[in-house]
């Protein structure tokens, strides 16, 4: 278990949990949206590959409505 | 006649009216309100994800980013850092590279920062991006984004959301008379006639958004707009008649009872 703050919320994950695993679980696998880790842009090809650990700052975004 | 074709950065859009996707009651009526206008382009925020509720609707649900373009902007945005940071991302998220650069600068009247929007402007042609660019309706500053490479000029024809119209003519024509670049105006449009006058001054296209979703009934004011933006090119296009100071008869004089 570890807690990350996701979206400025505190979230618990399990180990070995990757961006890609977070992105399924809020139903965003095939959404358009980017991921900032840390504060550094994770690249769509590394989902898998970055996993998380506690305390990691994650922003999830996408597109809304706007002028 | 030579087809009159409006380009941004290399990129032909079929329409001259550009459409802001904030404010409307849901993105169901958003979607309607484009396909009413006719617009090719839209412009979009970048926001954190819902994440409290996984089964709620995001834009992209509604308005196919590949039927349509998207524009992803910097609205909210106080500094250099935030702009960048939010442009990078929209990057990601589908490869844009065509964006639209908005700095602002008091939240009051959403001026922007000149000074922090040509620094932005700056980083973000080195960096490989299509700015189109908010800005004042200084001639100078203007000219200054062109130099920096900004791919359209787009001055406030009045602060964002005010609906007050095109409050200086006289600077807006300079602009497009200095600008080389597509200048559109961008912010502070309240009625279809404010969007036919900036294209009879000669504007390569309009950005609304408030005048239309905070209309009465937006999509019939979407369809307004669309032929408002049609008919102040085409008046552009054709060429007003000189003003006089005296009258002249409509009706030959010749042949009089």
Redesign the interface.
Known sequence: MAKIQLNGKKVSIKSNYSIFDLLKRYNLSNKKVAIEHNGIIVARINYKKKFLKSNDKVEIVTFIGGG | MKKDIFKVAGKVLKSRLII?????KS?SE?AKAVKASGAAMV???????N??D??KP???DYLN?KKII?L??T?GCFNSEEAL?TL???R???GWKLVKLEVLGDKKTLYPNMIETIKSTKTLVKEGFKVMVYCTDDPLLAKKLEDNGASAIMPLASP??SGLGLQNKVNISLIIKQSKVPVIVD?GIGTPSDATIAMELGCQGV?V??AIANAKKPILMAQAFKDAVYSGRNSFLAGRMEKNYFATPSSPSKGLI
Do not use: C, D, H, Q
């Open positions: 802001g996707t904030g404010k409307y993105f958003t412009t979009v925020a970048v926001r954190r994800v994440i409290l996984k089964k995001i834009l992209t980013p998207y992803p902007n609205a940071r990078r991302l929209a990601e998220m589908g964002i959301g912010a950005l958004n408030s």
